[in-house]
């Protein structure tokens, strides 16, 4: 089945508008259709799997409101959920008894994160995480991988230079080198490269911060026991590790990742950072870790750390119901669609004689381009900018025009969820040949 959906006069008026009074329009910069211009759809509102726009087009939605959106768009139980906590008001600034119920729905899932501190953002919670990391270990450096995103907390805006490891510069305007340059950047998935970091100094880093599978360059999953590796050597040099699951955690699985990894392999973080799904679509995040750890945090601790929307009735009860919803047939359908679809896409690509790569971390998944991408797979963030990325702008095009809402940037995961029916996938899959010619048929630009 295939469906078309040219018309964006409404949302090109609404953009507009919003260019006026809004930077760039947007308030988050990937909402503007930088990497693959044309107009950004502004959406009016979602139920299941599909997203219908100010035009009136309806999408299947394969962005899923970046993570959260689990159990597909508009849960009936999710949204009795937040009506009821918003009749008993919006915000207390007081406790209130669903914080401590999510925080042990979140416990009894990621036995590791043996006390929880809920904040409004996954910034604000790794913000936390390496300021408790500093206090506890008396140590100023932080290394973490190029590529991996984790939020936009001033001394992690920093990317790799060339060479191994490198003193980080900062990626954006207004950040200063001496606070990145507390950070230590080094190419993702290269042991060798953090044996050398370590090696080098081991006595001054504080933690290790990793995506605990990376999915903000397009997903590059862990090699086997890149992860474990990075546990043993913090452990051996008195350094904390932060696994970063605000996009993977309670999403790839019942336990995030490290339940398809950690829980498996026998060990955990120090650390962690949840987000997304455990606000069910509204603004909560977490960090949770050691006991001794995270008792540093005040009011029995010296480090700061505060919120007034903290812990909000409204946000953390869709929180606690999606996560309640969310048992294994929940996640065996999201793994089961994901998996279809990455067959489909690369059944589609190979059809049509494009190289590329289809990767996936759990039931995360994004396409890489290229003849290297096909042989070598996107290992590393360089690896990734060396991609035929100029394909992907007229390949989400031709899925926008059928039907299909996409990650408007070459470099995001795509998320499904538990809602989408064979309907629903059956509208992506009728959508994948044009959508791969269009590909095919790019060109690079010129210099």
């Known amino acids: 089945m295939s469906v078309t959906t040219s018309n964006a006069t409404t949302s090109a008026t609404a953009f507009a508008r919003a260019q006026a009074v809004i930077p760039g329009g947007v308030n988050s910069p990937v909402r503007a259709y930088g990497n693959v211009g044309g107009t950004p759809r502004f959406l009016a509102s979602a139920r299941g799997p599909y997203v219908t726009d100010v035009d009136g087009n309806e999408y299947v939605d394969l962005v899923g409101s970046w993570g959260p959106a689990l159990l597909g768009h508009a849960h009936p139980e999710v949204v009795d959920a937040v009506r009821d906590a918003a009749g008993r008001g919006l915000s207390f600034g007081a406790p209130t008894v669903t914080e401590t119920d999510l925080v042990d729905e979140i416990r009894s899932r990621v036995p590791p994160a043996e006390k929880v501190r809920l904040v409004s953002t996954g910034t604000e919670a790794t913000m936390t995480a390496l300021r408790l990391a ?19 907390v001033d001394a992690l805006l920093a990317s790799a230079g060339s060479g191994v490891a490198t003193l980080g510069l900062p990626d954006s305007a207004g950040v200063s080198a001496a606070v990145t340059g507390e950070t230590i950047v080094v190419p993702y998935n290269d042991v060798e490269a953090v044996e050398a970091v370590f090696t080098e100094h081991g006595a001054r880093i504080a933690a290790v911060i990793t995506e605990a599978a990376p999915a903000n360059m397009g997903v590059v999953p862990p090699l086997p026991g890149f992860n474990a590796t990075l546990r043993r050597l913090t452990l051996t040099h008195g350094a904390l590790l932060i696994q970063d699951e605000v996009l993977t955690g309670f999403r790839v699985g019942y336990s995030g990742w490290w339940g398809l990894e950690g829980l498996r392999e026998g060990w955990s973080a120090d650390l962690h950072t949840f987000g997304k799904v455990i606000g069910g679509g509204l603004p909560v995040a977490a960090v949770g870790g050691r006991r001794d750890v995270m008792n540093l945090l005040a009011p029995t601790g010296p480090v700061y750390q505060a919120g007034t ?25 999201v793994d089961a669609v994901s998996a279809q679809l990455r067959g489909e896409l690369t059944a589609a690509l190979s059809a049509e004689g494009v190289p590329h790569a289809v990767q996936w971390a759990g039931n995360l998944f994004s396409t890489f381009f290229g003849a290297d991408a096909a042989a070598h797979g996107a290992r590393d963030y360089a690896a990734v900018l060396a991609t035929e990325s100029w394909r992907y702008a007229p390949f ?17 995961a795509w998320f499904v969820s538990s809602a989408h029916d064979d309907d629903a996938v059956g509208r992506v899959v009728a959508a994948l040949p044009a959508a791969v010619r269009a590909a095919a048929q790019a060109t690079a630009p010129t210099a």
């Open 134 to 152: 500093r206090a506890f270990t008396g140590r100023d450096l932080i290394v973490k991988f190029a590529g991996c995103y984790h939020g936009h």
């Open 309 to 333: 929307l903290s812990g909000n009735p409204v946000a953390t009860a869709a929180g606690l119901a999606t996560l309640r919803l969310a048992d294994a047939s929940v996640y065996a359908r």
């Open 396 to 412: 989400f095009t031709s899925l926008l025009e059928s039907g299909v809402y996409a990650p408007p940037s070459p470099f995001e």
